[in-house]
Each structure stands twice: as C-alpha cells, then as structure tokens.
C-alpha cells in the first residue's frame, strides 16, 4: 500500500536547525520512499494510494523514551511487585508499553526488568511470536507495541540500588546480584544470553532504596569493567543508574556507554562524556515531578531525597549541554504514556531548547541504539515511525500531548483526524497539490 501524507508541516530532526516546512511524504509498506516539498511541483499519484490530507498539522518522528521500565513499579511503596506472578506483571507491561505508543512513543529503551518481560515484549511487537507451527494462526493478527531496546534484569551488588532490603521478590526477579569483576562479567553475559541489547548497572545509590543515597559508589572500577568488556566484545553497550559525579568519572574510564539519572554530574565529568561520545539521559522527572511522587504515594524519604537532589540534578543537565554532551530523553516513570511527554517539558522547563528536546527524543536516541540508519528522523528510506501533532511543537514543547496521528512502520495506529482517509478513486485529480 502507498500512503500520501499530504499537506502537512514537517519537523524532520534530521539537523540541529529545526524548521517545518511545507512537504508530503510518501510512504510504502513500511517505509518513507520520498518527501516532495513544496517547490517539487505536482505529485504523481499511484492509483491505489491513500492519501491523508494533514491539514497543515506538524509531522515529526516517532518519539523515544530511553529509560522505562515497563513491568516496573518504582519506587512500589506497597511492596507489590514482591508478590506479583510473573503473568500479572506481563499483562501489565503489556499494557504499559501498547498505551505508549497511542500517545506517540514509538520507541522505547527498556533500563532494567524484571524475568526478561521487555524481552517477551521486543519479540511480541515485532510479532514474531508465538513460534513455530502456531505462529500461521496470529500472522494476520498483529499485536502494536512500541519498538523496544531492552536490557533485561538489571545487574547490582548484594543489597545495592533497588533492593528492598532482606525483602525478596517471591515469583519474579528483577535485578541480578552480583559481586566481584567474574561475577559481574557472568551476569552481565548472562543477560545478553537471554537477548538483552543492553546492560545495565547499578553503579551508585539512588532515590528508592530506603538505606541508600545517590551519591552512594557501589560498583568498583572494576566491576563495571569487567561488564563493558564482556558487552563490548558481543557489540552491545551499558549504561549505568549513576548519581555520584565520581562514581560516574569512573564509570566513564571503565567504558559506560550512557549515563543514567547523573544527578551530581560536575564539569570534569561531562567533560569526559562528551570527549568519550558517552550519552547522558537525564531522567530530570524523577527529583523533579512532586506531584507525580505524592499521586503515587511515594515513601516521604524518597520525596524528600528526590527535591532535595533536584537543584544539582538541574545543573548537572545544564552542565551537560554546556559541555556538548550528547543528550537523550527518558523519565523513568509509569505509566509511560503518562510521563514520557512531561518528561520532554520538564527538559525544556531546565533550559533545553524544544529543538534540542525533540532530537534528544528521536534522533539522538535512534543513534545510540545504533539503528540511525533506519530510524530518528524523517528521511526517505527510514521506516515510517511518525506522529502527528495539532500546534507546533518547537513554539510550545506542550504540543506533543495533542497527538493526532501515530504510525509505526507505515502502519496507522491512531488517526483522530476522523474521516481524513480518502482513496484515490475518489479524487479527480490525478496529482496532488502541496
Ligand atoms: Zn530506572
């Protein structure tokens, strides 16, 4: 099928200058084949093309959140994750992630699951299960997820961030324990044996744990060596739930890829990220989003610890962009469809520009995952992940809740603009005007 996005404005965060401009753009199957600008004259059209009339609404790609936890509960005051079955906990994240995507999240890099669930997802929206002989009697049934970049179980010392002290999970598993550089290399390969993309650790204190503190080292140098190196040699990358600025100084020179939360980030580290290429994804809603933590009944040390680190967390995304840090989004809170756009303004709100927010939410993202290639911007030849929003989004960031349209691989997930479908048999023209 060839579908004509036609009329539209669009935001391509395929440069660092973001302007919209007047375009339609083609897509077939699953794929982006052409933009036509405006001053490309009048569009050839394929007889059996759909076109949609956008009406003058933005159109950008689809966005990311880089660090979720979709069957997560953070920081689960109640305590209920420990005595959730394995199933319950999947039908959630299920839930979590398909509402995702209807709010425009098309992409998602999971930081961290319990029983390998954003693995069961990543397989599930790329529907490539069920398996085997049964998988004939679902090929025409297909189930729309965000795509999902996952890390698995994430990997701590004894005790070390996220644990609940001597309270365990009783049906699930949700971090790896794991002391010494052997030990650590283990879990690390043992996660990507299960089909992680990613590793994480734990390398510092954070926010949840009730005897912990973000600027808490936990990992040693060589612990996070030891799981750069067996990740690195298998070609996947690791990053790091990071507070401590030291912590993460030495998280860099052990080989991290990203830098999770960085709450006390200072100069000399961001110096290092950006000399090193290592990505940073703030997290900023997490000390900053005290209505989200009272709405969720977080326990008051967590609040407590989370407004009292929201200042140097501030600086430390200010430092950042300062130092050319290359920055991605991601808010670490559930559900996602609810955080992951308030996690874009709150970025704003701390002094990025919209344009820096939507590229550190699409292409930025897309490159870190290494599939630049084929995602992040609206480009002929990408898969055709977009979304459409009412107002433009580079004059008020806000303008990402009012979605209006979401595709994934061409396919249309979420149209509100109604009865815009026409086929072409009922145009007269041959060639559509811009
Ligand atoms: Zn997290």
């Given at each position: 099928?060839?579908?004509?996005l036609?009329n539209g404005?669009?935001?391509?965060?395929?440069?660092?200058?973001?302007?919209p401009?007047p375009?339609?753009?083609?897509?077939?199957g699953?794929?982006?084949?052409?933009?036509?600008?405006?001053?490309?004259?009048?569009?050839?059209l394929?007889?059996d093309?759909?076109?949609?009339d956008l009406?003058?609404r933005?159109?950008l790609?689809g966005?990311?959140?880089?660090?979720?936890?979709?069957?997560g509960?953070?920081p689960?005051?109640?305590?209920i994750?420990?005595f959730?079955?394995?199933?319950?906990?999947?039908?959630?994240?299920l839930r979590?992630?398909?509402?995702a995507?209807?709010v425009?999240?098309?992409?998602?890099?999971a930081?961290?699951?319990?029983?390998?669930?954003?693995?069961?997802?990543?397989?599930?929206?790329?529907n490539r299960?069920?398996?085997?002989?049964w998988?004939?009697?679902?090929d025409?049934?297909?189930?729309?997820?965000?795509r999902?970049?996952?890390?698995?179980?994430g990997?701590?010392?004894?005790g070390g961030?996220?644990?609940?002290?001597r309270?365990?999970?009783?049906?699930t598993?949700?971090c790896l324990?794991a002391d010494?550089?052997?030990?650590?290399?283990q879990?690390?390969?043992?996660v990507m044996?299960?089909?992680?993309?990613?590793v994480?650790l734990?390398?510092t204190?954070g926010i949840?744990?009730?005897?912990?503190?973000?600027?808490?080292?936990?990992m040693?140098?060589?612990?996070?060596?030891?799981a750069?190196e067996a990740a690195?040699?298998k070609?996947?990358k690791?990053?790091?739930?990071?507070?401590?600025?030291?912590a993460?100084?030495?998280g860099?020179r052990?080989?991290?890829?990203?830098?999770e939360?960085g709450?006390?980030?200072?100069?000399?580290?961001?110096?290092?990220?950006?000399e090193?290429?290592?990505y940073?994804?703030?997290?900023l809603?997490?000390?900053?989003?005290?209505?989200?933590?009272?709405?969720w009944?977080?326990?008051?040390?967590?609040?407590?610890?989370?407004?009292?680190?929201a200042?140097?967390?501030r600086r430390?995304?200010e430092?950042a962009?300062?130092?050319?840090?290359?920055?991605?989004n991601?808010?670490?809170?559930?559900?996602?469809a609810?955080?992951?756009?308030?996690e874009i303004?709150?970025?704003?709100?701390?002094?990025?520009?919209?344009?820096?927010?939507l590229?550190?939410s699409?292409?930025?993202?897309?490159?870190?995952?290494?599939?630049e290639?084929?995602?992040?911007?609206?480009t002929?030849?990408?898969?055709a992940?977009?979304?459409?929003v009412e107002?433009?989004?580079l004059q008020n960031?806000?303008?990402?809740?009012?979605?209006?349209?979401v595709?994934k691989?061409?396919e249309?997930?979420?149209?509100?603009?109604?009865?815009?479908?026409?086929?072409?048999?009922?145009?007269a023209?041959?060639?559509?005007?811009l």
């Amino acid at each position: 099928m060839t579908l004509y996005l036609t009329n539209g404005r669009v935001i391509d965060c395929a440069t660092d200058r973001l302007e919209p401009y007047p375009a339609t753009v083609v897509i077939e199957g699953p794929q982006i084949v052409a933009i036509h600008e405006r001053d490309d004259g009048p569009i050839p059209l394929l007889p059996d093309a759909t076109v949609i009339d956008l009406g003058g609404r933005y159109l950008l790609p689809g966005l990311w959140d880089c660090h979720c936890h979709p069957g997560g509960m953070i920081p689960d005051p109640h305590r209920i994750a420990c005595f959730e079955t394995e199933a319950e906990l999947t039908l959630r994240a299920l839930r979590n992630t398909m509402a995702a995507l209807r709010v425009g999240v098309t992409a998602l890099r999971a930081t961290g699951d319990a029983s390998f669930v954003d693995i069961a997802l990543r397989e599930t929206f790329a529907n490539r299960q069920p398996a085997g002989l049964w998988k004939r009697g679902y090929d025409d049934k297909r189930l729309h997820g965000p795509r999902l970049f996952c890390a698995g179980i994430g990997i701590r010392i004894t005790g070390g961030h996220g644990s609940n002290g001597r309270v365990e999970e009783v049906y699930t598993r949700s971090c790896l324990e794991a002391d010494g550089p052997a030990a650590v290399a283990q879990a690390a390969r043992y996660v990507m044996k299960m089909g992680a993309d990613w590793v994480k650790l734990m390398i510092t204190g954070g926010i949840a744990g009730i005897r912990e503190g973000m600027g808490e080292s936990q990992m040693t140098f060589d612990e996070i060596k030891a799981a750069c190196e067996a990740a690195h040699r298998k070609g996947l990358k690791v990053c790091a739930h990071t507070g401590a600025a030291a912590a993460a100084k030495e998280g860099i020179r052990a080989g991290l890829d990203s830098i999770e939360h960085g709450y006390q980030l200072d100069e000399e580290a961001c110096e290092m990220m950006a000399e090193r290429g290592v990505y940073y994804c703030p997290t900023l809603s997490v000390t900053h989003d005290e209505e989200y933590m009272r709405r969720w009944e977080w326990p008051d040390y967590s609040i407590r610890r989370a407004l009292e680190g929201a200042e140097a967390h501030r600086r430390a995304l200010e430092t950042a962009l300062k130092a050319g840090v290359k920055i991605v989004n991601g808010a670490d809170l559930n559900p996602i469809a609810d955080t992951a756009i308030a996690e874009i303004e709150w970025v704003v709100k701390a002094g990025m520009t919209p344009a820096q927010a939507l590229i550190a939410s699409t292409r930025r993202p897309a490159e870190m995952c290494g599939v630049e290639d084929i995602l992040g911007t609206i480009t002929a030849g990408k898969l055709a992940d977009l979304i459409v929003v009412e107002a433009n989004p580079l004059q008020n960031i806000s303008a990402l809740r009012q979605v209006q349209m979401v595709l994934k691989e061409g396919e249309i997930i979420v149209d509100r603009l109604g009865n815009a479908v026409n086929r072409f048999d009922r145009l007269a023209a041959a060639s559509i005007p811009l």
